[in-house]
């Protein structure tokens, strides 16, 4: 069964930082693309960053561009997201997802909020 | 404002046939497959359709997915109440090089 597991999402003052976790099991990690996507209070869902299975290749939404980090580590089965420089605006679930155009898999989320 | 286009209602008796729209340009949609999500109040996005018209294995065939030109459409046959959620469309944008979403569309069974 492939499972998605997020962590390390929490309350962060504004100009902040965040890294956010996802461990993968069920499937061969190093060989999918592998996303996160973002969905504020109320609102739809948004896109956030790819990464290719060896991480040679990165993709970012204009907004996170030059703040967040996606990586990942094939060996913990492992992908990450350090977020910094976070702004109000940033203040959503933040969900892992297996793919890099469709996803097939999702996380049940982990929670960030950006707030003084 | 959402890359996709996608009306934020739609509504349908038990039963009924309901689709959902999802317009775009030829830089997303045009040039690239589209997925739809089902999202029921409090959990994660499920994929109910991808590479267009494909059902991942568990989706019934009640659900289905259609593309023409710059546009894409998900059908719903046999509406249940269960079926009452957010439906999002995605696909890819070849000139913002990222992945984009509808806006979300809510479905009500009266």
């Known amino acids: 069964e492939v499972q998605l597991v997020e962590s390390g999402g929490g309350l962060v003052q504004p100009g902040g930082s965040l890294r956010l976790s996802c461990a993968a099991s069920g499937f061969t990690f190093s060989s999918y693309w592998m996303s996160w996507v973002r969905q504020a209070p109320g609102k739809g869902l948004e896109w956030v960053a790819n990464?290719?299975?060896?991480?040679?290749?990165?993709y970012y939404v204009d907004s996170v561009k030059g703040r967040f980090t996606i990586s990942r580590d094939n060996a913990k089965n492992s992908l990450y997201l350090q977020m910094n420089s976070l702004r109000a605006e940033d203040t959503a679930v933040y969900y892992c997802?297996?793919?890099?155009?469709?996803?097939?898999?999702w996380g049940q989320g982990t929670l960030v909020t950006v707030s003084s | 404002q959402s890359v996709l286009t996608q009306p934020p209602s739609v509504s349908a008796a038990p039963g009924q046939k309901v689709t959902i729209s999802c317009s775009g340009s030829s830089s997303n949609i045009g040039n690239n497959y589209v997925s739809w999500y089902q999202q029921l109040p409090g959990t994660a996005p499920k994929l109910l359709i991808y590479d267009n018209n494909k059902r991942p294995s568990g989706i019934p065939d009640r659900f289905s997915g259609s593309k023409s030109g710059t546009s894409a459409t998900l059908g719903i046959t046999g509406l249940q109440t269960g079926d009452e959620a957010d439906y999002y469309c995605g696909t890819w944008d070849s000139s913002l090089s990222a992945a984009v979403f509808g806006g979300g569309t809510q479905l009500t069974v009266l």
């Open positions: 997802a297996r793919g890099v155009s469709y996803f097939h898999y």
């Open positions: 990464i290719k299975q060896d991480g040679s290749e990165k």
